[in-house]
């Protein structure tokens, strides 16, 4: 997988996000958790090292943080366990035990126990036979969604957490806590990397 493409293609959709004040406190909340002390608050143990391993592999460190180094497993232990009632956690629970079995099936053994060439063949086979979202407008879909399936939405998740993280947002991406004027009608590449929001 290209990571540069990956960013490229999802920095535009997270600078349209807009997330509300408990999504906020969720990634305030896991900044100020050492990872050392991390109890997952709904992920097993087992899930959570799941978790932790596919978004390390989505966005692996280079000379930017990467998944990890934000918290971005936390980030998504949290989504799962706060905004998620009964029926979307027993979802998530069954999508990965899924996701495993069919690890199990086509190499022999659990997603985080396959070879690293085997752990990127599945990630392709699942980016390939994933779902898309739709298009939107202003928020609202276009069009009639189809379903996206689990690993497009673990990875959006993914996505979300680590483009609104801290870390991310001031440091890698540019920031103007306090913007001046506007200059409407300047060249691309005057403009930089993505505008963190």
């Not at 969720?26 to 596919?54: G, H, M, Y």
Request: hydrophobic share 40%; glycine share 8%.
């Amino acid at each position: 997988m290209d990571r540069r493409k990956a960013l490229k293609f999802t920095g535009n959709m997270a600078a349209v996000a807009v997330a509300g004040p408990s999504l906020l406190s969720l990634l305030q909340s896991c900044k100020n958790e050492r990872r050392i002390d991390w109890q997952p608050l709904f992920l097993t143990v087992d899930e959570a090292t799941f978790v932790s391993k596919i978004v390390d592999m989505i966005l692996p460190r280079t000379e930017t943080p990467g998944a990890l180094d934000v918290k971005v497993d936390m980030f998504i232990d949290k989504v799962y366990a706060k905004l998620y009632d009964a029926n979307g956690q027993e979802h998530i629970r069954n999508e990965i035990e899924q996701f495993n079995a069919d690890c199990i099936s086509d190499f022999g053994n659990s997603f985080v126990n396959l070879s690293e060439s085997d752990q990127i063949k599945v990630l392709e086979k699942a980016e390939e036979n994933s779902g898309q979202f739709g298009s939107g407008v202003w928020g609202t879909t276009v069009g009639n969604p189809k379903p996206v399936g689990f690993y497009r939405s673990l990875k959006s998740t993914a996505l979300w957490g680590y483009f609104t993280s801290e870390e991310i947002g001031e440091n890698v991406l540019n920031y103007d806590p306090i913007p001046g004027a506007y200059h409407g009608c300047i060249p691309l590449s005057d403009v930089g990397n993505k505008w963190s929001l």
